[in-house]
Each structure stands twice: as C-alpha cells, then as structure tokens.
C-alpha cells in the first residue's frame, strides 16, 4: 500500500481560508505517522480536501472518484487531499487496503481540524480555488451529484 507523504502541504493555509485559526503541524500526520512538518503556500492549486472515516458509507463510494479526479486532473493543477476522522489509524489503514487512494491521504489525530472546520458530516468537501478561497462546501457524496461536482472543479481549473 502507498501512502503519500505530504511535506509541501499547507493546512494552516487552508484553514486560514475558513477564517479559522492556524494548524499546527503536530496536528496532522501522513498514516504510517510522521508529522506534516513543512507548511508552504499552495496558490495556483485549486484544492479539494475530504474529511473522511473508514465507517462511513459514502466515503467508500467516493474514493474511486477522487482516484479518477486526481488522475484527470492533476497536471491541470487539483490537488486532492483526504483527512482521515478514524479514532484508531488501523481502521484507516484497512479501509484504505481495501479502496486504495492514489491521492494525498493525512490523519489527523485528534480531530483537531475536523473540528476547526466544523464538519456537520461525513463525508465533507472543500474545494478551496487557485486563490485560497473556498469556493465550494459539500456534505454527503451521491452518484448524481458527480456531474455538478466535476464541472465545479473544471470551472476552477479554468479560472486565472
């Protein structure tokens, strides 16, 4: 199983967008458990953060389409980054076992930014623009959604 390191990420960044205080960097971990350490801006990006849990349903069914999402459209500048929710990181690390991610994929130990994004349910999505701004909230993930999902993110790709 890979598991993506994320040095370059910046969740203070994203937060800060949420007009929500800073992160910091002990508050986030890759899944084997080393620390996001390096916070650097990610303007030019557009950004879609998932708060995810390996017991939620959805979640399963969104994984495959983030996958596709960050393979679509990476070199077009999407980053995807999944925050694990799991109170026990072996319960991320099954689930992710048996629906792969090959995007960024972050634990966040103590729900400390769950909780400074006031998630109202899982899954939640951010999709932050190439300026920082959040542009898009969703709860929830269903199939007929995806269409309106996707052109969101075109529409962001497509801005200056």
Same mark, same amino acid.
């Given at each position: 199983?890979?598991?993506?390191?994320?040095?370059?990420? %910046?969740?203070?960044?994203?937060?800060?967008?949420?007009?929500?205080?800073?992160?910091?960097?002990?508050? *986030?971990?890759? %899944? $084997?458990?080393?620390?996001?350490?390096?916070?650097?801006? *990610?303007?030019?990006?557009?950004?879609?953060?998932?708060?995810?849990?390996?017991?939620?349903?959805?979640?399963?069914?969104?994984?495959?389409? %983030?996958?596709?999402? /960050?393979?679509?459209?990476?070199?077009?500048?999407?980053?995807?980054? &999944?925050?694990?929710?799991?109170?026990?990181?072996?319960? &991320?690390? @099954?689930?992710?076992?048996?629906?792969? &991610?090959?995007?960024?994929?972050?634990?966040?130990?103590?729900?400390?930014?769950?909780?400074?994004?006031?998630? $109202?349910?899982?899954?939640?999505?951010?999709? !932050?623009?190439?300026?920082?701004?959040? @542009?898009?909230? /969703? !709860?929830?993930?269903?199939?007929?959604?995806?269409?309106?999902?996707?052109?969101?993110? @075109?529409?962001?790709?497509?801005?200056?």
């Amino acid at each position: 199983m890979q598991y993506w390191k994320i040095s370059g990420l %910046l969740i203070g960044f994203l937060l800060s967008c949420l007009t929500v205080s800073s992160v910091s960097a002990t508050e *986030l971990s890759d %899944l $084997p458990g080393s620390p996001v350490s390096t916070m650097q801006q *990610l303007n030019g990006k557009v950004v879609l953060v998932d708060f995810w849990a390996s017991w939620c349903a959805p979640c399963r069914k969104s994984f495959p389409w %983030l996958n596709t999402m /960050h393979q679509q459209y990476a070199e077009d500048g999407l980053l995807v980054l &999944a925050v694990n929710e799991d109170s026990d990181r072996a319960q &991320a690390s @099954r689930f992710l076992q048996q629906v792969p &991610a090959q995007f960024a994929v972050l634990y966040d130990s103590n729900g400390t930014v769950a909780e400074k994004f006031q998630l $109202p349910g899982m899954p939640s999505s951010f999709l !932050i623009d190439k300026k920082g701004q959040v @542009r898009y909230r /969703h !709860i929830g993930f269903k199939q007929a959604d995806i269409a309106d999902y996707e052109a969101k993110i @075109r529409q962001l790709l497509a801005e200056e």
